[in-house]
């Protein structure tokens, strides 16, 4: 059985600064930390040659970048975009990148329940 602990008011108080302090630190880190691999899937979109929409920029040497609002849970959205589209552009498959989206309004609603990532992404 577990024993029951007494915890003075001061130990209260540091366990509950601690927990503060990580929960902001937890909200403030992700931006800087992500900045620069976000920048990087923007700026490769905003320098291609065609970009019909903020998900889809095609390259100058072929290459395709697909940003997927949606993350993969498992349920197969980083395989079935790239081969979706490679199929509607008859393009290489090996030429297909696609990166992860960040927190943009941009990019719509990105919550990842219920498995229609692929059929809500596939116009």
Same mark, same amino acid.
């Given at each position: 059985?577990?024993?029951?602990?007494?915890?003075?008011? =001061?130990?209260?108080? =540091?366990?509950?600064?601690?927990?503060?302090?990580?929960?902001?630190?937890?909200?403030?880190? *992700?931006?800087?930390?992500?900045?620069?691999?976000? =920048?990087?899937?923007?700026?490769?979109?905003?320098?291609?040659?065609?970009? *019909?929409?903020?998900?889809?920029?095609?390259?100058?040497?072929?290459?395709?970048?697909?940003?997927?609002?949606?993350?993969?849970?498992?349920?197969?959205?980083?395989?079935?975009? *790239?081969?979706?589209?490679?199929?509607?552009?008859?393009?290489?498959?090996?030429?297909?990148?696609?990166?992860?989206?960040?927190?943009?309004? =941009?990019?719509?609603?990105?919550?990842?329940?219920?498995?229609?990532?692929?059929?809500?992404?596939?116009?």
């Amino acid at each position: 059985m577990n024993s029951i602990a007494n915890v003075s008011r =001061r130990e209260f108080i =540091r366990g509950m600064f601690s927990t503060g302090a990580l929960v902001l630190g937890a909200s403030l880190m *992700p931006e800087r930390l992500l900045a620069g691999t976000l =920048r990087t899937a923007a700026s490769a979109n905003n320098r291609a040659v065609l970009s *019909p929409n903020v998900f889809v920029a095609i390259q100058s040497d072929d290459t395709i970048s697909i940003v997927a609002a949606r993350s993969e849970m498992g349920t197969g959205i980083s395989t079935a975009l *790239p081969s979706v589209l490679a199929d509607e552009l008859d393009a290489d498959w090996t030429k297909i990148k696609i990166h992860q989206a960040g927190g943009d309004k =941009r990019y719509g609603d990105q919550d990842a329940d219920g498995s229609h990532s692929v059929r809500s992404f596939f116009d």
